[in-house]
């Protein structure tokens, strides 16, 4: 749901700019609270994997296709703020290098896919997760059920903001209508794979679901139909902050080139929701050339490169590489941040003392 130039005039253009713009300077704040070690390069590892999946559109109906927009995704895995700022990483990335989702609208595409998912997905995973059995399968079925929701609320928020800043005179209702008609499918998607991912995840390193902090319980033994807590270990397990993350962010990072590089070439070609849902209505008549249509990295292909396969894996490539990079660079300094910030209040600690 990449809106493009001339979709929204530019006074509400301007306007979602400052509430993106506020939004990522909270989450930068809120971040430090989330961001540790461990999990200032994970975080970065979400923002690739996101850009690499959401290279992989999925046919839906009607020559409609759908990708990943991943702020569930993000969110329960990283954190609501360290997962607004994930996702906002991932639309920069694309709009300045791949052309993808226009530049006057950023503002727009942060708030709608970033701000809005976010929001809704984290506060609707938390409230599942508090009043369903605090079991694996629950939580994984929470993210879905999570994930599902938040992309038709995305949809209603772009129209929302069409409405009052629409290019085109089209009925609200008929731009209503298709969107979220179209997107409760795409949402389909976007659940099997946040679900898949974070099931996957909670498999293997539960301690590192940011989403299930703070919700632990006993681990739960079924006795005669009913479940009850298991006995208390006898011996303390290793510290999660001692267990390495470095064989688990190598292989979401190569999982990410994977599918980006290979799987993506298999990606349906047909346009999505808001794509075709704009050519449906007319939505588009005022869409304008990307400001950085001339970029070698357009449209997710290597110019010069004639061979399909080989020029878009390799614009995958370099996309996973650069978002990993820029990710992990920006929550290495918020994780610096809030290190400096207990430096001072510890120093404030003691003087006091």
């Given at each position: 749901m990449h809106v493009p130039d001339g979709f929204i005039d530019a006074p509400v253009s301007v306007a979602a700019g400052v509430i993106a713009a506020g939004a990522v300077a909270v989450s930068l704040r809120g971040a430090r609270r989330e961001l540790d070690e461990r999990t200032a390069p994970l975080a970065g590892l979400v923002a690739a994997f996101i850009f690499a999946v959401q290279m992989l559109n999925f046919p839906v109906a009607a020559g409609t296709s759908g990708h990943l927009m991943g702020g569930a995704l993000a969110a329960i895995l990283v954190g609501p703020y360290t997962g607004v700022l994930c996702v906002a990483v991932v639309l920069l990335m694309q709009g300045i290098f791949f052309a993808d989702g226009g530049l006057t609208a950023l503002g727009v595409n942060i708030t709608v896919m970033g701000v809005v998912t976010v929001v809704v997905a984290y506060?609707?995973?938390?409230?599942?997760?508090?009043?369903?059995?605090?079991?694996?399968?629950?939580?994984?079925?929470?993210?879905?059920?999570?994930?599902?929701?938040?992309?038709?609320?995305?949809?209603?928020?772009?129209?929302?903001?069409?409405?009052?800043?629409?290019t085109t005179d089209i009925p609200i209702g008929k731009v209503f209508t298709a969107m979220v008609g179209v997107h409760v499918l795409i949402g389909i998607g976007e659940a099997v794979i946040t679900a898949l991912t974070v099931g996957a995840v909670l498999a293997v390193r539960p301690d590192l679901v940011h989403g299930v902090s703070g919700i632990a319980a006993p681990l739960k033994l079924r006795i005669?139909?009913?479940?009850?807590?298991?006995?208390?270990?006898?011996?303390?397990?290793?510290?999660?902050?001692?267990?390495?993350?470095r064989g688990f962010w190598i292989t979401g990072l190569v999982s990410a080139f994977l599918l980006a590089g290979v799987v993506s070439f298999y990606a349906s070609a047909n346009p999505d929701g808001l794509e075709k849902v704009a050519a449906d209505q007319g939505i588009d008549e005022k869409a304008e050339e990307h400001g950085a249509a001339d970029s070698p990295l357009a449209d997710y292909g290597v110019g010069?490169?004639?061979?399909?396969?080989?020029?878009?894996?390799?614009?995958?490539?370099?996309?996973?590489?650069?978002t990993v990079v820029v990710g992990t660079g920006v929550f290495w300094v918020v994780r610096r941040r809030r290190e400096?910030?207990?430096?001072?209040?510890?120093?404030r600690d003691h003087e006091n003392a």
């Open positions: 506060a609707l995973f938390r409230l599942l997760t508090g009043v369903l059995p605090r079991t694996r399968r629950s939580a994984t079925a929470s993210a879905f059920v999570a994930a599902l929701i938040s992309v038709p609320a995305a949809a209603a928020a772009f129209t929302l903001l069409y409405w009052i800043g629409g005669d139909g009913e479940l009850v807590d298991a006995p208390a270990a006898t011996r303390e397990p290793e510290p999660v902050a001692h267990r390495s993350t010069d490169i004639a061979n399909a396969r080989l020029s878009g894996g390799l614009a995958g490539v370099i996309g996973v590489s650069a400096g910030d207990e430096r001072n209040n510890a120093s």
